[in-house]
């Protein structure tokens, strides 16, 4: 393993962002520029011999799962030797990166120094080496043993009157075995308090989900997309960024005649012509065109297409009776047929214009390749769930699928396409608030002890009680907590309020700096990283965005003797709180992760055998109940159609709806660099896309410096000096980069059902930078 680079390499001195030179947007995506682009971050982050190291593991089945996004791997007979994107390339580079952040770091920078850099510049600096403390009123972190460390943690909770007053925070990169440790931890304490990043993602899906078919989950498969759909829906989701792999996915599908159709306010770069930079005509050729009809709907208008949608199809099946629905399927297996289709037929055209921002004509082509093609998938990621309304929405994409039996059969279903590598896997092993009482009882026959059945926080009840002095210690298992979450404002006068706040990590990132009286930082190990324990070399198990589980195995040596692996530090905790001849097996399950598989397969449900089948390259399917066997454990023992009625977030005049996008230089609150190659942007964040006619209608210029202004029933929140960008956005919508407007996103502002934070729906006004 290489020596840790010079000094000057480890402290880079802060780059300001300067206004950011703005050039036409890509019509295209990767091809020979995203290998470069690969190549020079990787080499930059690792070097020659570290890059070659990792990045020939990842995503193979001796090798490491992609810290990155959640997209399912091909088989392993259908794996490349490069079997990872750009953004792939980026996090693991970022993550195994030779830049260390050490006791020299921390004491070379006081909290409130560091609290002046951008997120960027913080996670640059590399990987944290040694535990961290913040003693009450100091203005450094200081080193700490582990010992003293998970003592100190001990005993703030030992010492918590109510066990309520902690809170468990997980990140999706928490694999299955840590995940499933961490929420036995609390509730072995006795908290639900377990909220972690679904909460602000896709909450929305599984809450519709699981009222209509009964599953939380998608159940559509990779080979659905690659080998049987006939149609491909994209809403709200920008592959190209968020997603790269599922391009040459997209691409297999188009080879094989599918057509695929974009519903996104923005026009995106993955949308074009995708060069495949595995084949020579993706790199010498003029590339694959992916999406064949592009709806440039209005920001939180796809429930009015969806239910549009819907009416044509109940349109075109009353002038033309038995050649448009599946009467057979809606009859064997769905309820509420009668009342949802009466609800469409109720609905008027120039409404559903209004609030789609189509036309009915662009709405009836799409119907027409709906009923050209015998299977259809819908994916779509947090364009849909991040709204009022989003559960109505993604209810609404259910009832389009049920109408044809897009659901139970190959090539179709619902897909709902994650974002965390493993953060569908979390919320499989116990990771929610409000786990039902199944689970918890069979938490407690395996264990030996009554966990807690009082629903617990999620993440914005989280914040809330934070900021009413509602909770004590806060524990955060990965993650950027503050960066992530709405209403930074609140949030971080909330972090404040806590005794302590902890947090397990890889790198320095910005929610370290916004920290309780007293702070804890605990590094950990990467993905990338061999975990050795007591019994061994371990490995740990991820699940994909459909329902894959597989083996992750590290390769590299750890960056620092002192990290130690998620697992080891809750167990650790778990034997420091009750102690070693507790009901729980902390220290059998800290010193071989078999162990806890053991338990898991008692547990949850779909894990039987789970040592042997994990062991089969590829992994195992979790059970799907919907697709596999068309059953649906809803409360009606049947699918379900219900009403929804379109509804639209008011906009006062001279106001704007704004949606918060991602750059293609970062992932999630992780920035890679200050570029967005795709959108046009050079060396700066802090832009707002604006349609051009709207900057002409607030007397405005591309270029401007204005401040944003949300506005909401509690009053107003502003965030400073974004440069116009003009941009083909939705007459009346604009855009700008999370986390940095997550400020304007207030904390009360919330999905109905599911409580995810509405990043995507947010009124404000422009006013001249001050």
Request: with cysteine; hydrophobic share 35%.
């Amino acid at each position: 393993m290489a020596g840790p680079p010079p000094p000057a390499q480890q402290n880079p001195e802060p780059k300001p962002e300067h206004n950011p030179q703005v050039g036409p947007p890509k019509t295209s995506s990767v091809g020979v520029r995203g290998i470069a682009e690969s190549v020079r971050y990787s080499l930059a982050e690792m070097g020659p011999k570290r890059s070659l190291q990792t990045l020939l593991k990842v995503n193979q089945t001796d090798g490491f799962d992609c810290p990155s996004c959640a997209w399912a791997d091909p088989g392993p007979e259908h794996r490349k030797k490069a079997e990872f994107c750009e953004n792939g390339a980026k996090a693991v580079a970022w993550e195994a990166t030779r830049k260390r952040v050490g006791a020299e770091f921390f004491a070379a920078h006081s909290v409130a120094e560091l609290r002046a850099q951008d997120h960027h510049w913080l996670e640059h600096n590399g990987r944290l080496t040694e535990p961290m403390h913040l003693a009450p009123g100091a203005t450094h972190y200081t080193p700490i043993g582990w010992d003293e460390a998970t003592a100190l943690i001990g005993d703030r909770l030992k010492a918590l009157d109510d066990p309520n007053r902690a809170v468990f925070y997980t990140s999706g990169r928490t694999s299955n075995e840590a995940a499933f440790v961490y929420q036995l931890l609390a509730r072995r304490f006795g908290t639900n308090n377990l909220p972690d990043c679904s909460n602000m993602c896709h909450e929305s899906s599984g809450a519709a989900l699981s009222e209509t078919i009964g599953i939380s989950k998608g159940v559509v498969s990779l080979t659905d997309i690659t080998d049987h759909a006939e149609l491909i829906i994209i809403v709200g989701q920008n592959p190209g960024t968020c997603h790269p792999r599922m391009l040459t996915a997209l691409e297999q599908a188009k080879r094989r005649g599918a057509r695929i159709a974009a519903v996104n306010p923005l026009p995106e770069a993955g949308f074009g012509r995708f060069h495949n930079p595995q084949t020579p005509r993706g790199l010498a050729g003029p590339g694959t065109k992916l999406a064949d009809r592009y709806l440039p709907v209005r920001v939180n208008g796809d429930l009015a297409l969806f239910a549009a949608l819907n009416r044509t199809l109940v349109e075109r099946e009353d002038a033309r009776p038995g050649t448009v629905l599946d009467h057979d399927f809606i009859a064997r297996h769905c309820d509420g047929f009668a009342a949802a289709a009466a609800a469409w037929r109720a609905l008027d055209w120039p409404t559903l214009e209004t609030l789609s921002g189509l036309s009915r004509k662009q709405i009836g082509n799409l119907a027409t390749d709906v009923l050209a093609a015998r299977s259809v998938v819908v994916c779509w990621a947090m364009g849909l769930t991040q709204h009022r309304n989003a559960v109505a929405t993604i209810r609404e994409i259910v009832n389009f699928l049920l109408l044809r039996g897009n659901i139970g059969r190959p090539g179709a279903g619902p897909s709902p396409i994650r974002g965390h590598s493993n953060v569908q896997g979390d919320r499989t092993m116990g990771i929610w608030e409000k786990m039902p009482d199944a689970f918890l009882d069979r938490l407690r026959d395996e264990f030996g002890f009554d966990p807690p059945s009082k629903h617990g926080w999620d993440t914005v009840d989280s914040i809330r009680a934070m900021r009413d002095g509602k909770a004590d210690v806060f524990f955060a298992l990965g993650g950027n907590f503050v960066a992530a979450t709405p209403d930074t404002e609140v949030t971080e006068s909330a972090m404040a309020n806590c005794a302590l706040t902890v947090h397990v990590a890889t790198k320095l990132n910005r929610s370290h700096l916004c920290h309780g009286k007293e702070a804890l930082i605990l590094p950990c190990l990467g993905r990338t990283e061999r975990d050795i324990q007591a019994r061994g070399e371990q490995f740990v198990t991820v699940e994909d965005s459909m329902s894959m589980v597989h083996a992750s195995r590290g390769r590299l040596i750890p960056g620092s003797p002192q990290l130690r692996s998620e697992v080891a530090i809750v167990t650790g905790l778990g034997r420091a709180l009750f102690g070693d001849d507790d009901v729980v097996d902390w220290r059998a399950m800290g010193d071989d992760y078999a162990r806890i598989r053991k338990h898991i397969e008692h547990v949850v449900p779909g894990f039987h055998a789970y040592e042997e089948r994990v062991a089969q390259p590829g992994g195992f399917m979790l059970p799907r109940g919907p697709y596999d066997s068309r059953t649906f454990p809803t409360a009606t023992g049947k699918a379900r159609f219900t009403v929804n009625p379109p509804t639209a977030v008011e906009v006062p005049d001279g106001h704007l709806l704004l949606t918060t996008v991602r750059a293609h230089d970062q992932f999630n609150t992780t920035v890679y660099g200050l570029d967005d190659r795709y959108r046009g942007i050079k060396g700066g964040r802090r832009v707002l896309f604006v349609n051009a006619a709207d900057l002409r209608a607030h007397g405005l210029h591309d270029g401007d410096l204005v401040d944003i202004v949300s506005v909401f029933t509690d009053g107003e929140r502003r965030a400073r000096s974004f440069r116009t960008v003009r941009y083909p956005t939705p007459r009346g919508c604009v855009a700008a980069y999370y986390p940095e407007v997550n400020v304007l996103v207030p904390l009360d502002s919330t999905a109905e059902v599911s409580n995810t934070p509405t990043n995507k729906s947010v009124v404000v006004r422009l006013e001249p930078a001050t």
